[in-house]
């Protein structure tokens, strides 16, 4: 009885031993985390700040969002490829830098593969087509007819050069035989305002950037470019239902670190954005942003990147999209 005793003692300091080496090795921070956002006043910007709400609570550190727009998303995304591989600074990356700017630009201050490290891929979207209702345009057939007939007059707006906004739309002038005129903004915010306003006609944004302007009357949604209505608004036709056929462009959103960063503490990351965006709360909130919540691994998310910068490769050499 006493052996027996001795043995289960032994196994449980053993247990114990093996639980205290498992807890030391789960990495935390040692001080407030940064997550970086590249654009400004965008979709990125909510989908950061409500997953560093609830991860500041998991990692016992404070988390902060900083905006660091310019040059199509490159500026924010350089800075945090360029931050010690410490787990303290990420970036809620997107298509443009990330996907988009290796092959729009002439050259790249830092390298999306080999420079940043994946998180996971949090979120997708299909985008609205819009317009200020102002103009009379009923419908993507009215919008062409009209846009032909007056190949000068009409421009469209986009949250950065090289995001999902501007390429879109190049595809769509490519697909419909139209001139519109590009004007980039640092962010939707500017970019709707400037709609709302009258100072440009049109453009291609995620349903959480525009859906509010919609229901005001106040921009009129033309039609989406899923494969498939959106929920929420399914009087909305496809592109692809209007005539373009295999018509689809997808925005989506991101986590990532600088390359070199621990694979524990990308693990920690991993795990922790994974839960806060399976939190019923905060889908809730992404659902009715008529966000796809992805929540993948890390191996996940650079395979995603690594299919999609070819594929927008071949759209910016087919439209001869290029950086005004």
Known sequence: ???????????????????????????????????IVPV????????????????????????????KPGAGGNIGADYVAKQPADGHTLLAGYNGP????????????????????PITLAVKSAQYLVVNPKLGIASIKDLVAKAKADPNKYSYGSIAVGSASHLTMEMFKEAAGINVTHVPYKGAGPALTDMVAGQIHMGFFVPGNVQGFAKEGRLKLLASTGLKRFASTPEVPTLAESGYT???????????????????????????????????????????????????????????????????????????????
Not at 29 to 35: A, D, E, M, Y
Not at 98 to 117: E, G
């Open 1 to 35: 009885m006493i052996a027996l005793n001795r043995r289960v003692i032994l196994g449980l300091l053993g247990a114990a031993a093996v639980c205290q080496g498992a807890y030391a090795q789960e990495w935390a921070p040692s001080k407030p985390v940064r997550i």
């Open 40 to 67: 400004q006043g965008t979709t990125n910007d909510v989908l950061a700040r409500l997953v560093a709400s609830k991860l500041g609570d998991a990692l016992g550190q404070p988390v902060v969002v900083e905006n």
């Open 98 to 117: 990330l996907a988009i700017n290796p092959s729009l630009f002439d050259r790249m201050p830092y390298d999306p593969v080999k420079d940043l490290a």
């Open 246 to 324: 295999n018509f689809e462009a997808t925005s989506w959103i991101g986590f990532l670190a600088a390359a070199g960063t621990p694979r524990n503490v990308i693990d920690r990351y991993n795990r922790e954005i994974v839960k806060i965006l399976k939190m019923p709360d905060i889908q809730a909130k992404l659902h009715e942003m008529e966000f796809e919540v992805v929540a993948g691994t890390p191996e996940q998310f650079a395979g995603w990147i690594a299919t999609e910068i070819p594929k927008w490769g071949k759209v910016i050499k087919a439209t001869g999209a290029k950086v005004e």
